[in-house]
């Protein structure tokens, strides 16, 4: 127990300071490719049409299969490695551990990429911030004035504080770096492949569902903590509990809405409505009050939000871990 806890805390010493660099090979980069690639054979061995009404429960199966073979290689080839760096020597094993703990979690990243867009918006540079929220967000960003660029990057913040960060800490927490990757594996599937477009309406139904099961306590347990950060940050903490307990569902993932309904809330904004995904608009509804006009210093308090939520979750964690190891 206390060699998990080592290694959780110096992978996530070494994301604070580090982030992913961009030429580091990533386990994640490799899990995209491979479903990508297993897609396209999958869909060629069902002989998939998008087109083709009747071939659901063939994308349903198919989807199905995706999962089970994106998870089942993925944790072979982890358990190979770790086994291999394990013979070679204990403390090489623990490296790499340590570096896959480092990989898993997205907080630096989360900030460096947010912020980009916070200091284009600084500049007046509209098109550069457009282009700066393209790399976080999945809506279309040509036409988003100022107010829809900063919302777009607080939404994408305060969703993946969850997703990119408190999730995957949970998960190795509680099973170790096996548990991160499986988290990352279905997650990762669910960001290529959980649309409800054409393309993956069935054939994505799997990793959707998947998403949701495994999500649904760490976005309810993002939310708790974040409220608890904005209590530490002076943000309004009171608002952020009426609208958690309004608008948490306002969306169609039954997680999405936890941690933006908070964030709404503290800093007593409205994020969400509608938006436009591959050239279609798409009706959401919306989370928080319009009490004042959203504006890109938000883009650092939700910033500062997801550093003390992630640490709260740490530190309570390893408590935990203490205690449970010595019960």
Request: aromatic fraction near 12%; charged fraction near 25%; proline fraction near 2%.
């Amino acid at each position: 127990m206390q060699e998990r806890i080592l290694i959780i805390c110096v992978g996530f010493l070494l994301d604070f300071l580090f982030g992913d660099p961009y030429w580091l090979w990533h386990p994640v980069r490799f899990i995209g490719k491979f479903i990508t690639w297993t897609e396209k054979f999958l869909r060629k061995g069902f002989r998939i049409r998008e087109e083709k009404e009747e071939d659901k429960q063939k994308k349903r199966f198919a989807g199905f299969l995706l999962v089970i073979i994106v998870i089942a290689v993925s944790m072979f080839i982890q358990w190979g490695l770790l086994l291999l760096a394990g013979r070679i020597h204990k403390y090489c094993q623990i490296a790499l551990e340590c570096f896959w703990c480092y990989q898993f979690l997205a907080m630096k990243s989360l900030r460096m990429e947010s912020m980009k867009v916070y200091q284009a918006l600084e500049k007046d540079d509209i098109e550069g911030a457009r282009y700066a929220v393209s790399m976080i967000v999945g809506r279309d960003t040509k036409e988003l004035d100022k107010k829809g660029i900063t919302k777009a990057a607080v939404e994408t913040v305060a969703e993946n504080t969850s997703d990119g960060v408190i999730a995957p800490l949970l998960f190795m927490l509680c099973f170790g770096v096996q548990g991160g990757l499986f988290y990352k594996a279905v997650n990762t599937m669910d960001s290529m492949v959980g649309y409800r477009n054409d393309t993956y309406q069935y054939l994505g139904t799997a990793a959707a569902k998947l998403d949701d099961i495994l999500n649904y306590i760490p976005a309810r347990v993002s939310a708790i903590f974040m409220l608890i950060a904005a209590f530490f940050q002076g943000l309004d903490y009171q608002n952020g509990i009426k609208i958690f307990c309004r608008d948490r569902y306002n969306h169609k993932s039954p997680n999405s809405a936890q941690t933006e309904a908070v964030c709404a809330g503290v800093l007593n904004v409205e994020l969400a409505g509608n938006a436009w995904y591959f050239g279609k608009l798409c009706e959401k509804p919306t989370i928080g009050d319009n009490n004042r006009e959203i504006e890109p210093k938000d883009i650092c308090k939700v910033n500062q939000l997801m550093y003390e939520t992630s640490l709260l979750t740490l530190l309570l964690g390893i408590v935990m871990l203490f205690v449970g190891g010595k019960l």
